[in-house]
């Protein structure tokens, strides 16, 4: 599975942004996809996570009421909606695929370039 990430961008703190992780490969309705981030000189987190079928979905607390993560197996997209961005939410934002949903970037097998969000206050 290849991922390409895309979305990012600049938004004023309350703003919106979408991101899309479109997969390449057959299997990718197979695949429980997840979204990461990594603020400068911080560690990579997790975000969002969504199942093989998109009935299990997991969020980070931190992001919990304002993301949104769904997909598409028919187009083989990936997407989170973000909605009321802080500043805190700046980072670079990776998709990633693994066999079952976690929350944990662990296990992630397959991982896109990132995307970045930058947040203005």
């Known amino acids: 599975v290849q991922l390409q990430a895309s979305g990012g961008g600049l938004v004023q703190a309350g703003g919106s942004l979408s991101l899309s992780c479109a997969a390449s490969?057959?299997?990718?309705?197979?695949?429980?996809m997840g979204w990461f981030r990594q603020a400068a000189g911080k560690e990579r987190e997790f975000v969002a996570a969504?199942?093989?079928?998109?009935?299990?979905?997991f969020y980070a607390d931190s992001v919990e009421g304002r993301f949104t993560i769904s997909r598409d197996s028919a187009n083989n997209t990936v997407y989170l909606q973000m909605n009321s961005l802080r500043p805190e939410d700046t980072a670079v934002y990776y998709c990633?695929?693994?066999?079952?949903?976690?929350?944990?970037?662990?296990?992630?097998?397959?991982w896109g370039q990132g995307t970045l969000v930058t947040v203005s206050s």
């Open positions: 990633a695929a693994r066999k079952y949903i976690a929350a944990s970037a662990i296990g992630y097998d397959y």
């Open positions: 490969g057959r299997t990718f309705s197979r695949y429980a």
């Open positions: 969504i199942d093989w079928s998109g009935d299990r979905k």
